[in-house]
């Protein structure tokens, strides 16, 4: 099965750009989605296909995908996108779904 | 509005099963996957397995291929349920349903349900 690598915790102060890796092997060929889950909520998508969002995100969130590495960018941080931050992936080979270990997200 | 609404929460003795609904509401049901994920209380999330309404044919992760987990659809009521049997301690979650989205590329998960807690304790 196909490992999706996130750091467990990522802190930044307010105003300041957050950057929660994904790391995966060759995860540059494939197409990286991600979501946020705030204390107490269901998940929601942020970004998908690396790099669009959903109607209702801020454009302080971006995506990149690139070799080993995909990123989600949060710029200008404010302490409403506090929460977890998961990765998230297609295996074609099996039609299955794979998520990353999620990042916490701290505003200072 | 895309809308998923999950039956609530349900305490079940270890061995047992336990079944949770999710209708869905405000698109063609037959359009789109529907999936399970759970989180065990302080971890992240797991797939599960999946469905495509339209073929009735449901795929499952491979921790649940040996038999414990069964994803059904009943289009008359557009709604998704998941069982879970011979359940045990670690199975104590959250699961969630999400609609899939599916490109010929990748796949994603655009609207969840709200979640529903299940207990498993001795």
């Known amino acids: 099965s196909y490992l999706l690598t996130q750091p467990p915790s990522v802190s930044v102060a307010p105003g300041q750009t957050a950057r929660i890796p994904c790391g995966g092997d060759n995860i540059g060929s494939k197409s990286v989605h991600w979501y946020r889950q705030r204390p107490g909520q269901a998940p929601a998508l942020v970004v998908f296909?690396?790099?669009d969002r959903p109607s209702g995100v801020p454009d302080r969130y971006s995506g990149s995908n690139s070799e080993n590495t995909a990123t989600l960018t949060i710029n200008r941080v404010e302490a409403g996108d506090e929460g977890d931050y998961y990765c998230?992936?297609?295996?074609?080979?099996?039609?299955?779904?794979?998520f990353g270990g999620g990042t916490k997200l701290t505003v200072l | 509005q895309v809308q998923l609404e999950q039956s609530g929460a349900d305490v079940k003795k270890t061995g047992s099963s336990v079944k949770v609904s999710c209708k869905t509401s405000g698109y063609s049901f037959t359009d789109y996957v529907v999936a399970w994920v759970r989180q065990a209380p302080g971890r992240g999330l797991e797939y599960m397995g999946g469905?495509?309404?339209?073929?009735?044919?449901?795929?499952y992760a491979q921790p649940f291929q040996e038999g414990r987990l069964s994803i059904t659809a009943v289009k008359s009521t557009a709604t998704v349920y998941m069982e879970l049997s011979s359940l045990r301690s670690e199975d104590t979650a959250i699961y969630y349903c999400?609609?899939?989205?599916?490109?010929?590329?990748?796949?994603?998960?655009?609207?969840w349900g709200q979640g529903t807690l299940v207990t498993v304790s001795s």
């Open positions: 998230q992936v297609w295996e074609s080979s099996n039609d299955h779904r794979v």
């Open positions: 296909e690396n790099s």
């Open positions: 469905i495509i309404p339209l073929l009735n044919a449901a795929n």
């Open positions: 999400a609609r899939g989205v599916a490109t010929s590329k990748t796949n994603w998960f655009d609207t």
